[in-house]
């Protein structure tokens, strides 16, 4: 990283820092004021880590999708800016949102952190415009799912709050609409199913193969039948909304290990960088 | 039946099913596939592996009931894209209408998917030919090192002939991937030859045909062995394995000679800049003992034991692979269409119901 990125990097890790503490201080004493700035923070990140991306972009040539540092930024990115859209459209549900995000996204700064950070030239396999495809897709799916996995957060630690149900409690749907969350599943999904496919024409042009059952392709591959099943089963049994939630976070750890958790135990053709 | 060839329930089952498998698949080494890991896991397992090969789970996607269960996905999306057409025939209201189209367009699609990922199957013909710098090849199926066919494919030969002429290779770049071949395809049917560089990104297509470069190469030294009377006992070129390690591609292998009971262990240090000749480390070994451990060039000649060894010569060599998918296209199509099916769901579930509501 140049100076201009690790200004970019470290302000925007503080500001996650600071809306998390923020809206941590809002949730325990009941306060809206604290959460106004959370939000205005988590813009801030939103515009810096925009800004940083541009300036690796001017610098190496190419968008920071190539290492696996560069992978978790844009989904970073990506979870911020879908926040963002919620918080502009949902004020309530994006105000809620605002935890939970702010947790995540400081927690993936500091394990980017614990990566090489080094910007690295495009191997000859990742010449390809369909890496653009490919990374965009993989990494805005996994901040769609992380959303979902967040409303659901939301949604079980209302539910335990309202239970008994108590006069001042909101009832959980009214803040995270199992709706909303099955439509964040299903955005998802498509998106994470572009990705597959995308990485699928790619392999055919790039190596003559579209399916080698490689360990990231089948780890992603799970995953999405996971949430097609996850999605299958709300829309069908009608299961209870409890459990609904509490799949959903363990799909989300699956799409999280399918991203980048592969890598610590497998060897596999899906090189960052 | 048919209540229960159309249900979801029964959809979620073997969708379960598939999920299941295949994450099996993922923490029992498949053989054919991570044949690297399949001992460590037999060693960890002991005699219990036998159960897992018993059960088939070293082998998942080739299984018989991996095939039925996917033969019963793609009955059950049949049945249920006909219980879907009949739905859309007599829903009112247009949103939920678009919302039922955009499920039946995806579901149409992921039987596609199926249907035409077995018909590629079937069809498919994937060479590999491992080839020296000069070597020129037909398509004869003696010539290539590897090959599959699909059970209904049309073997055909004498369609071209292929020669490598040079293997590109970047040392100076330590990524095994920056390699280039350049080859001509001189097509048997009076079409004019194609003489171009291939290389990961840029097979070369002919017809139904690509010529892709094969990810692995390395160097083919030839490897001379005469005895204290001047005869030759062992002449020719060595395809020398590569590996990658710390960084580095290495190029080593060794060559047995039983009769002798030697064994000449051969590595590859390549020029910087590629041009120039690159230098063999050569020991010899017989029963344990090693007689030699040196380095040679191209002019030398070394003796160990009562053998003289020499490396006058030296190629590259690459893998190239040759495949024909004549219907992979629709595979990809099938992938646009389910996405645009679900899409379209999804728009029609955020739609505000007011809106396009007849």
């Known amino acids: 990283m140049n100076l201009i990125e690790q200004i970019c990097y470290w302000t925007a890790a503080l500001l996650s820092a600071a809306a998390f ?13 604290p959460f106004r700035f959370a939000g205005s923070f988590l813009t801030g990140a939103l515009g810096v880590l925009t800004a940083f991306g541009v300036a690796r972009w001017v610098r190496v040539g190419h968008p920071p999708f190539v290492t696996l540092f560069e992978s978790m930024i844009t989904s970073i990115w990506f979870l911020l800016l879908l926040h963002q859209i919620i918080f502009r459209l949902r004020r309530e549900q994006g105000t809620v949102l605002l935890l939970p995000v702010s947790a995540v996204v400081f927690l993936l700064m500091g394990w980017a952190f614990s990566l090489p950070a080094e910007a690295t030239p495009l191997s000859a396999a990742l010449s390809n415009v369909w890496l653009f495809i490919h ?88 995953s999405w039948l996971v949430y097609a099943l996850l999605i299958h089963v709300r829309l069908t049994v009608k299961f209870s909304p409890r459990w609904f939630c509490r799949l959903n976070i363990i799909a989300v750890a699956i799409v999280l290990f399918a991203l980048w958790g592969v890598h610590y135990v497998y060897e596999t053709i899906h090189t960052y960088g | 039946m048919w209540k229960f060839l159309t249900s979801l329930r029964l959809a979620i089952v073997l969708i379960g099913l598939i999920t299941i498998l295949l994450i099996l ?56 894209t006909i219980q879907r057409f009949r739905v859309i025939l007599t829903s009112e209201g247009t949103l939920w209408r678009v919302r039922r189209v955009g499920s039946l367009v995806f579901h149409m699609s992921l039987l596609l998917i199926i249907v035409s990922v077995i018909v590629n199957y079937l069809v498919k013909f994937e060479g590999v030919y491992a080839l020296s710098e000069g070597q020129e090849v037909s398509d004869a199926a003696d010539a290539y090192f590897r090959t599959f066919n699909g059970p209904l494919h ?107 009971q030697l064994t000449v262990n051969l590595e590859v240090f390549p020029a910087k800049d590629g041009s120039e000749t690159p230098t063999f480390q050569m020991s010899v070994e017989r029963r344990g003992m090693v007689a030699l451990d040196t380095i040679v060039t191209t002019a030398d000649t070394v003796t160990a034991f009562e053998y003289r060894f020499a490396v006058p010569r030296w190629r590259r060599w690459c893998y190239l692979n040759v495949v024909e998918n004549p219907y992979l296209n629709v595979v990809f199509v099938g992938f646009w ?5 679900m899409s379209v769901g999804l728009v029609s579930r955020v739609m505000p119901a007011g809106r396009g509501v007849r």
Not at chain 2, 337 to 341: E, K, S
Request: no cysteine; proline share 5%; aromatic share 10%.
């Open chain 1, 21 to 33: 503490f923020t809206s941590l201080l809002g949730t325990v004493f009941k306060r809206v004021k």
């Open chain 2, 154 to 260: 049309k073997s055909e030969s004498g369609r071209f002939t292929l020669r490598l002429n040079e293997v590109i290779i970047d040392d100076d770049v330590a990524r095994a991937d920056a390699v280039a071949a350049r080859v001509t395809f001189m097509p048997s049917d009076g079409d004019p030859l194609v003489d171009r560089v291939i290389a990961t990104n840029h097979p070369l297509k002919y017809e139904s045909l690509e010529v892709h470069y094969g990810l692995v190469n390395g160097f083919s030294p030839e490897l001379l062995v005469l005895d204290s009377t001047g005869s030759r006992l062992f002449a020719g070129f060595v395809r020398l394995a590569t590996v990658s390690a710390e960084g580095r591609r290495r190029y080593a292998d060794f060559i047995e000679l039983p009769q002798q």
């Open chain 1, 135 to 222: 990374a965009s897709f993989a990494t805005s799916g996994a901040a769609s799912f992380l959303i979902a996995a967040s409303l659901s957060v939301i949604y079980l630690l209302g539910e335990k709050r309202s239970h008994p149900p108590q006069a001042n409690s909101a009832p959980p749907e009214t803040l995270a609409p199992l709706k909303t969350i099955l439509n964040f599943l299903i955005f998802g999904l498509i998106l994470w199913g572009v990705m597959i496919a995308s990485g699928s024409i790619w392999a055919h042009v790039a190596w003559g193969r579209y399916w080698a059952w490689d360990p990231i392709e089948l780890w992603s591959l799970i």
């Open chain 2, 337 to 341: 269409l389910a996405l645009t099916g």
């Open chain 2, 25 to 80: 698949s993922a923490l029992i080494p498949q053989s054919g596939i991570a044949e690297d890991r399949i001992a460590d896991v037999r060693q960890l397992l002991g005699d219990s592996y036998v159960i897992v090969e018993w059960l088939g789970l070293d082998r998942i996607y080739f299984t018989p009931g991996f095939y039925v269960i996917l033969g019963l996905l793609a009955i059950n999306l049949t049945a249920g």
